[in-house]
């Protein structure tokens, strides 16, 4: 089972709920967590691994082989991107605007582009104390694209077929979050009673509806909005799972980097009943 | 010679982690900005395209969409395809498929094509076209405290930065046209290319955190990411009383980076209660602990922008 924590609006708790649902799960067997978010990746900071394995996310750009180059110009024109130029007899490359495709490579006449990798950012694997398996992907600073990194990262975990793997997802409705969700069997949307809550929930929910991802909905911090979020829901007929009050409680605890059962043992319990939930809405689906 | 205009400073609300606060300081901003004492004729944008908030606090009467068009998709023709397959190996993001329908003719999946255009080269029947997608719209609309430029990218679309870039552009030159000194600029959360291209150019960067690890661990990472541009940063710590270990952290970082923290504001009801109203915190009550703390980090930030003013 795979599942995606998605949410539009940023900061509403998708790694609060990705980090405990993870908890909750490791007696029911394997368990990955698997942090999408590349740009501000957060759930270390909740499930503390043992990050043991590095290796670098690398895009496979253009290296022009100066001898074989005839500067005919054929690779300027088939990059979508403009990360060729040609500047008198040169080829120039911008790695930054690269996307790795290898287009110019199959088209160049001369055979004179052999591709090197340019890392954009590392891709991190470990485990936790408690035995769930963690992946993340990190975008160095000051690199554009999350995206490939995402996709490299869903690359290197090897779960079994019966692990339960969890993918916490970037925030906002735009390809990386595409990225994260693809292959999820299910989408545990979190979100909050608030205007904004609501608007950036409408733009996730037409993202899984695009990809025919089943989804349900967390509603986190009740109480500090409206009841907004609950009638489009009910209206959309779209289940809502698991509901969190606000609290300054909770709140402070987050903050200093708990998940949900570490400050309200009860959490565990409702946490697996999510996930059964789950199950059923996703078995339901198939059949 | 062309004649000389003053250029508008450009503010960056950023943040790195989501949910600290953006937009809602932005929003408060922008009611300060009209107030009589300041009389700041001031231009808005929304960077934040995908999740784009700023109209539901500054209610605007939203201008005419205009149409921004992305990449381009590729697409086969299905009459002139054989199902040859020379395109499936020179797609790298496992974007071709045999048609469910007919194992004769291949189909792009337009959620995983990038638009690279590999297989349109690789197509030995000239089958594969790339064909241009509207990836969102985009809008000049009117506030009661100025002009708003903001947009709307399609759910699930490629937020290239090109789209940041195309409504902060025409930001720009409407507050040259109107003469208007400042534009605040709501920006995206993360630190990738929609960030990038909202600092682009801008004078200032307002980095909003919250006193929590995940707040001071993005907070890192999207100052690290001004400093590369080389835009100025300073630190707003919102929520600031809801872990004061945390609000510690942030102000002992700031202190050995040399990061001017230029205000700080508690946890106040009235920040989500003017929202919900779809009112800036300031307008729906000016005396709130909330309202008072960001009055002072206005002031704080228009100093930082324009020098120290003398009344």
Known sequence: MKIAIASGKGGTGKTTIAASLARSLISFGDVWYVDCDVEAPNGHLFLNPDLKQQTRAVVRIPQIEKEKCTACGKCVEVCQFHALAKVGKTILVFPQLCHGCGSCTWNCPENAIVEVPNPIGLLERGRTDDGIEFARGVLTISEPMPTPIIRQLKKIIDPCEKATVIFDSPPGASCSVVESLRGADFALLVTEPTPFGLHDLKQILGIVDDMHIPAGVVVNRVGIGNEEVDAYLADKNIPVLLRVPFSKELATGIAAGKNLIEILPEYQQQLQNVFQKITSLVHGERS | ?311
């Open chain 2, 1 to 311: 010679m062309t004649d000389l205009k003053v250029r508008a400073k450009q503010l960056i609300i950023l943040s790195g982690k989501g949910g600290t606060g953006k937009t809602s300081l932005g929003a408060a901003f922008a009611h300060l900005s009209n107030q009589p004492e300041y009389g700041l004729k001031t231009v808005f944008v929304d960077a934040d395209v995908d999740a784009a908030n700023l109209s539901l606090v500054l209610l605007p009467e939203t201008g005419e969409p205009k149409a921004f068009w992305g990449g381009s998709l590729a697409e086969i023709d299905p009459v002139k395809c054989t199902g040859c397959g020379a395109c499936i190996p020179v797609c790298r993001y496992d974007a071709i498929f045999p048609d469910s329908q007919n194992s004769l003719v291949n189909w792009v999946d337009p959620v995983a094509c990038d638009g690279c255009a590999a297989c349109v080269y690789a197509c030995p029947k000239g089958a594969i076209t790339m064909v241009p997608q509207q990836e969102g719209n985009w809008y000049h609309s009117m506030t009661p405290y100025g002009a708003l430029f903001h947009a709307e990218l399609f759910p699930g679309r490629e937020n290239s930065g090109k789209l940041v870039t195309l409504v902060k552009q025409q930001a720009r030159l409407h507050a040259e046209d109107t003469l208007a000194p400042l534009v605040i600029i709501d920006g995206p959360p993360g630190i990738g290319c929609p960030v990038i291209s909202a600092c682009a150019g801008a004078d200032l960067g307002l980095v909003v955190t919250e006193p929590s690890l995940a707040g001071l661990h993005d907070m890192k990472r999207v100052l690290g990411t001004l400093q590369h541009f080389r835009v100025p940063a300073v630190i707003c710590i919102n929520k600031a009383d809801i872990f004061p270990e945390g609000a510690s952290q942030i102000k002992e970082y700031a202190l050995s980076e040399g990061f001017e923290i230029i205000g700080q504001v508690p946890f106040d009801e009235s920040i989500p209660q003017a929202m919900l109203q779809g009112l800036p915190v300031m307008a729906f009550n000016p005396d709130s602990i909330a309202s008072r703390a960001i009055k002072f980090i206005w002031e704080g930030t228009l100093a930082q922008l324009f020098g120290i003013r003398e009344h």
